[in-house]
């Protein structure tokens, strides 16, 4: 398979923004987070809303001595017990390890700053014990910043913005996920719980690209998409996307890639149990991405085919593993052999053709702007001969002329979201 540098350039580009690291940076006392035994749902649907948040009020007393004898620490395993803001019977603690942000405010001060108390590497205050408000911490000018150790947030006109959640729709997220428990680097999950009850669960690639309106190419805006009752998980990717989104090395100028069974399991041994520990589990399971998150998607699902019911790829990089020496191993090939499976597929791309196989490798070759055109119909097609049955377990989309970046992808991904969510 031929391929031109400036879309592998793409793909090695689309989709990298900077993952978000937690405030402190400490691994934790307990290590790594998630896992199997991390007590994961056994199916059904879940309330949504938010999680449960650790059931009883921690005690003041007590989290102020843990954050002096080890501040990243406490918070990090604080992040996943309780999530900051942590509740003490006195109210909903706030925590700052920013010396220059030394105040904070919100709906319960009517956005005047109130200052924090000064601590021994961190300064502290109080929020009152209410739902749905909304806060900030501020410097000595009054300049407001997010929490960034808020577990619930939102976006507004200024930009990222911290909340004590209410039964409304919002973000909330885990750090550091995989810490001791994957031999991949550590992320930052993110999951968009809709309002009311929990019938879909979508793990999505990419995940600092899918919500945050400053993203590349604008992001996803996948929260102004997401249909009723779905929950989204967004997992970030790290510098080793390109690495953990592949099945097999291939050589793009230098040989890269091929750690695609280490992030299957990472997903399928910790952050979906994470997830259900968290939210519980639908019953209605499925992964979703573009380009490189795409192709690992459809890995995913052939690697774990009786834990999903949808995979969604848009633009996916299905030529991988046969850009430089034919390995065999694309997946297109890999679904040829391997025949029906029990999940619906959904495929599409922008581009177009012409389509040719110009170097006799098998896989169909795609130019600049094609947009993986070409290899999307392939794998479409090996899998109608499979035994998929198109508009019931398999779905292709072609946007003619549509770019490989998030614009594109925001623009049509409501469509796999509806497919998704009629199943």
């Known amino acids: 398979m031929k391929i031109h540098a400036s879309l592998l350039l793409a793909a090695l580009l689309c989709a990298c923004g900077d993952s978000e690291s937690s405030g402190g940076g400490g691994e934790g006392a307990t290590g790594g987070r998630g896992g199997a035994g991390a007590g994961a749902s056994n199916g059904g649907s879940s309330d949504g809303g938010t999680s449960d948040g650790g059931g009883a009020p921690t005690d003041l007393d007590d989290l102020l001595a843990r954050l002096r004898a080890d501040r990243d620490a406490t918070l990090l395993d604080e992040s996943y017990v309780h999530g900051w803001p942590v509740a003490v019977e006195e109210g909903l603690v ?7 942000l030394s105040s904070f405010g919100g709906d319960f001060s009517e956005w005047a700053p109130v200052a924090l108390t000064a601590d021994e590497g961190f300064s502290w205050g109080l929020l009152p014990a209410e739902p749905a408000q909304r806060y900030k911490l501020a410097d000595g000018a009054g300049t407001f910043a997010a929490d960034p150790w808020a577990r619930a947030y939102a976006y507004d006109d200024f930009g990222e913005i911290s909340l004590v ?16 428990a994957s031999s991949l680097e550590p992320r930052t999950v993110r999951v968009w719980l809709p309002e009311g009850r929990v019938t879909h669960v979508l793990f ?7 919500f945050d309106p400053e993203a590349i190419w604008g992001g996803w805006r996948l929260d102004e998409s997401a249909p009723a009752g779905m929950m989204l998980v967004g997992i970030d990717n790290t510098a080793a996307r390109m690495d953990e989104y592949t099945q097999v090395p291939d050589d793009i100028g230098e040989v890269v890639g091929g750690l695609g069974d280490e992030y299957a399991a990472l997903v399928e041994e910790v952050v979906r149990p994470l997830v259900a520990d968290q939210y519980g589990e639908p019953a209605v399971v499925g992964t979703m991405g573009s380009s490189l998150g795409g192709l690992i998607s459809l890995h995913i699902g052939l690697t774990y085919p009786d834990r999903y019911d949808f995979i969604a790829s848009l633009s996916g990089t299905l030529g ?6 034919h390995t065999g191993e694309t997946l297109i090939e890999r679904y040829e052999a391997a025949g029906l499976q029990p999940f619906t597929v959904y495929l599409d791309s922008g581009g177009d053709g012409p389509c ?6 098998g896989i169909q070759d795609d130019g600049d702007g094609s947009d993986n055109y070409c290899e999307t119909v392939q794998m479409r097609d090996v899998l109608a001969a499979d035994g998929w049955v198109f508009d019931e377990t ?9 770019e490989h970046n998030e614009q594109a992808w925001a623009d049509r991904v409501f469509r796999p979201l509806g497919i998704f969510a009629a199943m």
Do not use: M
């Not at 706030?94 to 220059?100: A, E, L, Q």
């Open 165 to 180: 959640p209410g039964p409304e729709a919002h973000l909330e997220r885990f750090f550091e996920v995989g810490a001791g």
């Open 394 to 402: 398999l779905f292709h989309w072609h946007e003619p002329g549509a």
């Open 94 to 100: 706030v925590v700052s390890t920013d010396p220059t």
């Open 356 to 361: 040719a196989d110009t170097d006799g490798d």
């Open 320 to 325: 991988w593993g046969s850009i430089g020496a």
């Open 204 to 210: 999505v690639h990419d995940g600092q690209n899918l």
